[in-house]
């Protein structure tokens, strides 16, 4: 980083027009600029380019390793969710109390799968396909092609 300003900073010097310093600026921070922007409020799972940008470390890197986007996916559930519902939390139920609706029961994942309506979970904890066990994908938390974490609804019983 440092070797980086040295570099813009000669760079800026050998321009003769005081504008074209201002563009070589803005070209150097606006990528970054947008992207803090876009990932908005999940800054911290930025990844450069060299990488392949956040939709290609998806696959290769842990992004939301604190579950972070547990809390927009529990605010999906109060907008949705009917009065008293269960909604089991993967390993991170301490991180969506706060967020969680009043009347919403939440439970962890000691609990059985089948007490439970709704089910959130952090991709990082790869919890599977639960369509086999009666759920249904419902919902992401994705940025890019990026799913940070996933909402899922049980099926009605036949």
């Known amino acids: 980083l440092i070797e980086a300003g040295i570099g813009l900073e000669a760079v800026l010097q050998r321009l003769r027009q005081k504008g074209a310093g201002w563009l070589l600026l803005a070209a150097v921070l606006l990528p970054g600029i947008w992207a803090l922007i876009w990932l908005h409020p999940y800054e911290y799972i930025y990844k450069n380019s060299l990488v ?16 972070i986007s547990l809390r927009e996916a529990i605010e999906h559930v109060n907008r949705i969710a009917p009065l008293g519902t269960s909604v089991m939390v993967m390993r991170q139920i301490s991180s969506v109390v706060p967020y969680a609706r009043p009347d919403l029961r939440l439970i962890d994942d000691r609990e059985p799968l089948r007490s439970a309506e709704y089910i ?5 904890h790869a919890v599977g396909d639960l369509g086999p066990q009666g759920f249904e994908r419902m919902y992401d938390v994705q940025r890019g092609e990026a799913v940070l974490s996933s909402l899922w609804q049980r099926l009605p019983q036949p």
């Open 52 to 67: 392949g940008g956040v939709s290609s470390a998806y696959t290769q890197y842990e992004l939301d390793r604190q579950c």
């Open 120 to 124: 959130l979970s952090c991709t990082w």
